[in-house]
């Protein structure tokens, strides 16, 4: 038996003589005799009409089965007499797989995103979230498209580790539990501290020194107690890193990817993302198109702050002030890429006071060769940098930020032997669909997401 996806079949030439769908009923709507089936299987945001007869094996099942109820359809694939439609399946058996019952959460209409998050484990069966699962995995093909076409090799950097890559102090502890022992008697497995892993990038230089240009795609882990519509505790995270890089490159790089991710979904993904243009934010469309194929806004950090006070000056009102120095808030990120640009907007060059210390210190000894690029809708969604290849320097900052060399000492040895310039960058994968979507909520682009007080599924 044939049993190609909605999808396959949707798109079909020709009329197909038999055919085995399964899937979960959208709606059942009777007729005298017979009824139409609403048919989605996750394949395609479309359903498949499926109109079976009362008289058909199984069919006397037909008025058991409601909304959400798993079943499969053998039949012809025809064309349809209906209109926008090009096909629909005549039954020629009916099988209720798993019923659902009247009170189905999944109703047809439209739901509120607080009262789809308490239902993480139904909210697929939707079709803003199929389209939204649908695209974040043709974008993870993407990711990884990009990088093996530009000669990557793919690492895996680990989960847990000993250190705190960012220094900010954003850490979930890890506690071994063997078998049979007591919460607090809990064995120091690993000798010392253990930790999920913040960002991958310090593991990640070493085999950049080694490989040459390498990324990872994994799950990262923040303990950031703020409870905003971006930040997540465990979120997704892209991490190229590339031996003799400096930071144009770096950047040159960073736009090429969000740019060939962009048209990936453009291309492949037209009418999930139609869905998201339609119902959550009109201009997001537009939004990628441009991201596709326009370049990006290149601007020093001090730049940044001279047109952000010159904004406050003229009227624009920012909830924090701005100055050489300050990390800039999300209101001030939005302001550049959507009201001073309108488009992705690199930063480049900031304080080494506000950044961490394996960045490289520039000439002026005042800032150091950081990047982030700054998104409409979404603000910060890469950031990166050019590494501190020079021990001295290197030790130097780390001593200057209170930081133990110790726990360090493999990276530092990795500056004495062959060390070279190198540079990365880290972009956040949620983010990044957020943009793509014009979802607002980070908790409304991953399955199940991890915010603080929020451990339900
Ligand atoms: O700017 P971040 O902290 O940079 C790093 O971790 C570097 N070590 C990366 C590197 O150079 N290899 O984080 C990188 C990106 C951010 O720009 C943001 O998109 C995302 O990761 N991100 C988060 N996304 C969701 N929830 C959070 N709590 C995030 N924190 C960072
Ligand atoms: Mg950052």
Redesign the pocket.
């Known amino acids: 038996m044939h049993t190609p996806s909605i999808k396959t079949l949707l798109a079909s030439l020709s009329p197909l003589p038999s055919v085995l769908v399964r899937g979960w009923v959208r709606t059942r709507r009777d007729a005298k005799g017979f009824s139409f089936l609403e048919l989605n299987d996750g394949s395609c945001l479309a359903n498949l009409q499926c109109v079976v007869d009362e008289t058909v094996p199984g069919g006397d099942r037909l008025k058991e089965i409601l909304t959400g109820a798993a079943v499969a359809v053998q039949g012809e694939l025809i064309p349809s007499p209906a209109k926008g439609q090009q096909w629909e399946l005549k039954a020629v058996s009916l099988e209720l797989i798993g019923p659902a019952p009247e009170d189905y959460p999944l109703q047809k209409k439209r739901h509120s995103d607080e009262f789809l998050r308490s239902i993480a484990h139904l909210r697929p069966r939707t079709n803003k979230f199929g389209a939204l699962f649908r695209i974040r995995s043709e974008a993870s093909f993407a990711v990884h498209d990009f990088f093996r076409n530009q000669g990557f090799t793919y690492v895996h950097t680990p989960i847990l580790t000993g250190s705190d ?2 220094g ?1 102090g ?1 850490l979930f502890r890890v506690t071994a539990l063997p078998r049979g022992s007591k919460e607090d008697a809990a064995a120091d497995f690993f000798g010392r501290d253990a930790f999920l892993t ?5 593991e ?1 230089e070493p085999l950049a020194l080694s490989l040459g240009k390498v990324y990872t795609f994994g799950p ?1 882990f ?1 303990a ?1 107690n703020s409870n905003t519509a ?4 465990e ?1 997704w ?1 892209i ?3 590339m031996a003799f890089f400096d930071l144009t490159a770096n950047m040159d790089l960073a736009e090429a990817f969000v740019k060939a991710v962009a048209r990936h979904l453009l291309d492949h993904c037209a009418a999930d993302l139609a869905l998201f243009n339609q119902w959550v934010d009109k201009e997001c469309l537009a939004r990628l198109t441009q991201v596709a194929d326009a370049p990006f806004e290149r601007l020093e950090y001090r730049e940044a702050v001279r047109l952000l006070q010159a904004a406050c000056d003229a009227g624009e009102s920012f909830q924090y002030p701005v100055a050489f120095g300050t990390d800039l808030q999300t209101e001030h990120e939005r302001y550049l890429a959507e009201k001073k640009f309108g488009k992705p907007v690199f930063l480049c060059n900031y304080p080494a006071s506000i950044k ?1 210390f ?1 960045m490289r210190v520039n000439d002026d000894q005042e800032t150091v060769a950081a990047m ?2 700054l998104v409409p809708t979404v603000g ?6 050019q590494r501190e290849e020079r021990l001295e320097v290197l030790q130097a900052r780390m001593q200057a930020q209170g930081l133990d060399p110790a726990p360090y000492w493999w990276y530092l040895e990795l500056r004495q032997y062959g060390s070279a310039p190198h540079a ?5 994968f ?3 669909l957020m943009f793509a979507t014009g979802i607002p909520n ?1 908790r409304d682009v991953i399955a199940y997401p991890r915010t603080p007080g929020s451990l339900e599924f």
């Open positions: 890559c960012e900010a954003e913040v960002s991958g990038q310090l990640a990262t923040r950031e971006r930040h997540a505790a979120f995270m991490e190229p890193e961490p394996y982030d690029l910060e969604l890469i950031g990166g940098s990365g960058f880290g972009l956040g949620e983010r990044l980070i």
